[in-house]
């Protein structure tokens, strides 16, 4: 299987259950119930175009070149002028550098690094797997100094991470008195980690040697490691350090350094229970924003997770918890306090579990040269950002060609239903596509890289409907939201797909007795859709584009499919159960309903615009005549979508962009044009005509005669030339784009806060203590208006570091705010150092701001 990034993996039937509620970007990037997104006054419309204003269409460049450079050269070739921009992130211990050369910087806090663990009992008998024990899983915590880690390999400048959710973003926040008796119960103790290690490893058979080394039938038990040292660099120190813990308590460690292409084949694409790795150095980029991240529990430790690959398939979950995961990424609660309640529980078995043991939430940063003008997601980074190849130019000026380096390209197979979703390839796909997934960022919206919420970009209106009592709420005004007793779904909607008469199976036909659905969605695009958006190969879009990249979310898992896909159904199978359907109620003007159980709690996050997209959560778009040809070859047993397919019958991977499979899928080609094939006739009949079939076939040959490739899209660029040994591409401007180069110019920079608490030195305990917090525009002495503040939230710690009490700051000025302990609050506290931690939860941006004050506390 291929890596999925957490939040970004998602088939479009997942999509359309809203199992994750991205932005994912990815990452990555999934995902309020009221509190997790902690925004409810956010711009009622769309951001205006600024100054400069252009006629120019498509982006503002006329040329990208992009290539592969080794991060640790990036700064050095930006003053060289080799590049114009790292997109890639380097990791934080990268800031001192770019800061003294005086290049700017994005910085971002997505990103996340951990310790996977292999929890299978192994077929070899004679090798023990230690960690096929939930104990030992969980001691691995306490094995860990994530400050250490934090400020020896990450400079101080990361953030240590415990759970599965982002550190410090909406979702810890709300969480925070839970998040921090986590913490203080997790802390780094090597004593109390040998203990568990101690008392369960002779359970299992093993003995300890006189030598201090773990024994099992007269040889040392040794862990195969897989740590990765490439990317930013940061994980094979990460991984040595690791390493050193556990053979500091008795373990051996075969450490075997390898690439991601040579890590990615043990890790997930062999059997956990083969027994060929123990532990990873697992790295993601969320897929979307995080402002609702329930969905992580199931997807990161359960064996219902949607990867629906090792080793989460080969995991046995303690019951509560696999119950509760499962309830949770399905939106089954009804109120925001038994959502907080299951997510407070949540984080407790997370950790209990551990099949990843998380170690940093990074602080990114992606250098460039100060005449460029970057946009970027405050938690995904530049590559994941929906709207940053819009964007990107040099400042003050139309065109030219930039130069951007990234860490690598071609890791995998392109194509867009099982192909690459690495970060540095999906960033290509975003130039050269409406966005890249059906949740915030695909073609019909636009994700904000500030919040996370959604801006129609294709769509012309939207109209939700929910079942009431759910915990949704409307953030923006630009779609109708209504909540009703019951939503039926209609006889005729598409519920399921029959791949042997190749037609969708409609409510009636599978639910005789009725359906219903938590959640309608109704998109209507513009009347001229059909006139101003245009493929790369100058063919329009159309209906059969939109119906083809539904089909495709289904067929695949389907057994009497000709392109049946084994690794695909499981994860086809496990969404049917909260999709509902889809229902094309016209086609002048499109206009698309789509039924779900699952739901997000910000209503804009549950608009789906079915736009012709990876029927599979991955980056990129669909033109029909490319899946048709592609399936031809699947079909006729020379290509495989997925590298599990393509491993088992040992055939070429499908790869819309080099390798051999490009004469295949040209033969293919030449068939389809000769028949004007129509793919799944018997549905799509209804909608493609001989004629179109016969264009759209001959744009796309003559595209792949020009351009030597088969990646077709509709975005702001297009991929002129690709060259995959020397891992390079070259994009151009798309003239033909519908909108103007500065349709999201206003996403320029984000309003983040600054925080000072103030108070006094000592406290006496059982009197009141009142301490002042000043809340202003970051980097400035503008004070940040409390109009744009959300929460200010307080947690005060005794002396021991446990969470004493949590509550709200008042508001007493532009800015200005007061936390007033009460004689009560003070009365429980020890006689010691004590501190008061603030958070304060902007409504612009959904990075809060964080500070602490320390106060002694006396009788």
């Not at 050095?76 to 890639?88: E, L, P, V």
């Not at 773990?214 to 094979?236: A, E, M």
């Not at 899946?627 to 006729?636: D, H, R, T, W």
Request: hydrophobic share 40%; aromatic share 10%.
């Amino acid at each position: 299987m291929k890596l999925k990034k957490l939040y970004g993996i998602l088939s479009v039937l997942v999509v359309l259950s809203m199992m994750l509620a991205a932005c994912g970007p990815a990452t990555g990037t999934a995902e309020a119930t009221e509190a997790p997104s902690s925004m409810t006054a956010e711009p009622t419309e769309a951001p205006a175009a600024q100054v400069p204003q252009t006629e120019r269409h498509g982006g503002w460049l006329d040329e990208i070149d992009v290539s592969v450079v080794d991060g640790a050269s990036a700064i050095s070739q930006i003053q060289a002028g080799a590049i114009d921009f790292y997109s890639f992130t380097l990791a934080s211990d990268a800031y001192p550098a770019i800061k003294e050369s005086g290049l700017s910087t994005t910085k971002s806090v997505g990103g996340y690094y951990g310790i996977s663990l292999n929890p299978a009992v192994f077929t070899d008998t004679n090798v023990l797997n230690p960690f096929s024990n939930r104990k030992i899983r969980e001691a691995v915590n306490w094995l860990i100094d994530r400050n250490y880690v934090n400020q020896e390999i990450y400079a101080g400048g990361s953030l240590p991470k415990l759970f599965t959710i982002t550190t410090q973003l909406t979702e810890y926040t709300n969480l925070i008195d839970t998040a921090r008796a986590l913490e203080a119960k997790y802390a780094y103790n090597l004593d109390k980690a040998k203990e568990v290690i101690d008392a369960e490893m002779p359970g299992m058979g093993a003995e300890l040697g006189a030598d201090g080394k773990w024994q099992y039938n007269g040889k040392p038990v040794s862990l195969i490691f897989l740590i990765r040292p490439d990317g930013d660099g940061t994980r094979k120190p990460m991984g040595d350090y690791v390493a050193n813990q556990l053979e500091s308590v008795g373990f051996t460690v075969d450490r075997q350094y390898k690439k991601s292409s040579e890590a990615f084949p043990i890790w997930l694409g062999t059997a956990a229970k083969d027994g060929q790795w123990n532990l990873y150095t697992a790295g993601y980029t969320p897929g979307g924003f995080p402002r609702d991240e329930k969905a992580l529990f199931q997807q990161g430790y359960l064996n219902t997770s949607i990867q629906a690959s090792e080793p989460f398939i080969s995991t046995t979950s303690d019951p509560e918890f696999q119950q509760l995961g499962d309830d949770l990424a399905q939106g089954h609660f009804s109120t925001k306090e038994e959502r907080d309640s299951m997510m407070a529980r949540a984080l407790e078995l997370s950790l209990e579990d551990s099949l990843f043991v998380w170690v940093i939430d990074q602080q990114t940063y992606s250098p460039y040269s100060n005449d460029v003008q970057v946009t970027w997601d405050l938690a995904l980074g530049a590559e994941s950002t929906n709207v940053g190849p819009y964007n990107l130019r040099f400042k003050d000026q139309e065109g030219g060609v930039m130069k951007v380096g990234t860490n690598d390209l071609f890791t995998q197979p392109w194509n867009t239903v099982a192909g690459s979703n690495w970060v540095w390839d999906a960033g290509i796909f975003r130039a050269t596509s409406q966005g890249t997934s059906n949740i915030v960022g695909g073609g019909g919206l636009m994700a904000d890289p500030y919040t996370g919420l959604a801006y129609p970009q294709r769509i012309d209106s939207a109209e939700l409907t929910y079942k009431k009592g759910l915990p949704i709420k409307q953030n923006l005004d630009w779609l109708t939201v209504n909540e009703v007793d019951q939503i039926d779904v209609p006889a005729d909607a598409w519920v399921d797909w029959d791949a042997k008469t190749q037609k969708f199976v409609t409510a009636a036909e599978k639910y005789p007795d009725g359906l219903t659905a938590n959640v309608k969605s109704v998109v209507v695009y513009p009347e001229d859709l059909f006139d101003t958006i245009k493929w790369h190969d100058g063919s329009s879009i159309s209906v059969g584009d939109f119906v083809m990249s539904m089909i495709q979310g289904f067929d695949p898992g389907k057994p009497d499919s000709p392109i049946y896909d084994e690794s695909l159904a499981a994860s086809i199978d496990a969404t049917l159960t909260a999709f509902k359907g889809y229902r094309i109620v016209s086609t002048s003007p499109l206009t698309i309903e789509a039924y779900t159980d699952a739901y997000n709690a910000d209503a804009e996050l549950n608009i789906l615009p079915l736009w012709p997209i990876s029927p599979f959560g991955l980056s990129g778009e669909n033109s029909w005549p490319i899946l048709a040809i592609s399936n031809l070859a699947e079909a006729g047993g020379e290509l495989a979508y997925s590298s599990d397919k393509s491993d088992a019958n040992q055939i070429e991977n499908t790869s819309w962009v080099g390798g051999p499979s490009l004469e295949i899928l040209s033969k293919y080609l030449e068939q389809a044009a000769s028949e004007s094939y129509i793919p799944y006739e018997p549905t799509l009949g209804q909608y493609i005509t001989a004629d179109e079939a016969a264009a759209r076939y001959a744009n796309v040959q003559k595209w792949y005669a020009d351009h030597g490739h088969f990646w077709i899209g509709t975005g702001p660029y297009y991929l002129d030339k690709v060259f995959t040994t020397e891992k390079s591409l070259v994009l151009k401007q798309n003239p033909e784009y519908v909108d103007l180069a500065d349709r999201w110019a206003a996403f320029s920079q984000p309003k983040l806060a600054s925080t000072v608490l103030d108070g006094p030195g000592q406290v006496t305990a059982g009197e009141e203590a009142v301490f002042d917090v000043t809340i202003n525009l970051k980097d400035t002495d503008q004070a940040y208006q409390n109009s744009d503040i959300r929460l200010v939230k307080y947690i005060l710690y005794d002396t021991t570091g446990a969470v004493a009490s949590v509550g709200e700051a008042v508001e007493v000025g532009d800015g200005q705010y007061q936390v007033t302990l009460s004689a009560d609050e003070t009365s429980k506290l020890q006689t010691g150092s004590a501190k008061l931690e603030v958070a304060v939860v902007p409504i612009p941006v959904a990075i809060p701001s964080f500070t602490s004050f320390d106060f002694v506390v006396v009788k």
